[in-house]
């Protein structure tokens, strides 16, 4: 199994790649290629595809952990550079308007509409089920809340919006599983104990934003102490995670590594 960095706030060492906020993987496995969210700016995202030899038509299927600009901002440019088709499984809930009121209000949703990206050939699959979208790659469906999350922004009713389109992507190969989560709006503990009951395998890594900027110390010891009990191996917090709390996370759980664009993870 293969995972590659391809938009990521930073851009690590390889010239010709650019670092931009947001996220996006492309993740290998069983013999196919799942795109993990498409970063927040088309024109970044194809140009480190092209500087990485991932071309759009490669992809067999895109993954949308949830519907924030950071994530989907690049959907019309990958769909337009595509010749075919292109399946992509998300929550029912991720073309809700979004609104961050903080430090200006301003839109935080998807910059695009349904029929817009249908259009150019988009086929969008979407389910609050936990499902299998591809033989070993599982959507995690909508994620229980147990303890805290991380949930961010406000519907146009003034109303707290509870993220719940938030969602990961769980893939198998072999004895292994990887989880890879978007953002963490549903608290990376309630990500990693719902990834937990979805496969039987050991979870080799946990890999993406895990939304921990500004959080309290107390909660991140306790985010330790649950990964640790849940007998993850291994952290690639990136994106949302924050520089301090990563190097607390670092600090306290010991096997724990960063990512950027251009990384190859390899299980």
Do not use: Q
């Amino acid at each position: 199994m293969k995972i590659t960095i391809v938009f990521e706030n930073h851009a690590g060492y390889r010239k010709g790649l650019i670092g931009y906020h947001g996220f996006s993987a492309l993740v290998e496995a069983n013999g196919y290629r799942v795109l993990v969210d498409t970063g927040t700016d088309g024109k970044v995202l194809l140009n480190n595809m092209s500087e990485l030899g991932i071309s759009p038509d490669d992809i067999d299927a895109l993954f949308i952990t949830h519907g924030h600009y950071d994530h989907t901002g690049g959907l019309r440019e990958l769909l337009s550079a595509r010749t075919e088709a292109l399946d992509i499984y998300a929550h029912p809930g991720i073309f809700k308007r979004r609104l961050a009121l903080k430090p200006k209000k301003r839109e935080i949703g998807i910059p695009f509409t349904r029929e817009e990206l249908e259009e150019l050939g988009g086929k969008f699959i979407l389910s609050d089920k936990s499902k299998e979208i591809l033989p070993g790659f599982i959507s995690s469906g909508e994620i229980e809340r147990i303890t805290w999350d991380r949930a961010v922004g406000y519907f146009p009713d003034g109303s707290k919006d509870p993220v719940r389109d938030d969602m990961a992507l769980i893939v198998e190969e072999g004895s292994k599983s990887v989880v890879i989560t978007g953002c963490g709006h549903s608290g990376i503990i309630n990500i990693a104990i719902h990834s937990k009951k979805l496969t039987n395998n050991r979870i080799a890594a946990l890999i993406g934003g895990f939304h921990l900027k500004g959080i309290e110390r107390s909660l991140l010891d306790e985010a330790v102490k649950k990964l640790r009990e849940l007998e993850i191996e291994k952290l690639y917090p990136g994106h949302c995670t924050g520089i301090e709390e990563f190097a607390y996370l670092w600090s306290k759980f010991g096997n724990v590594e960063g990512i950027h664009v251009g990384k190859e993870i390899k299980i």
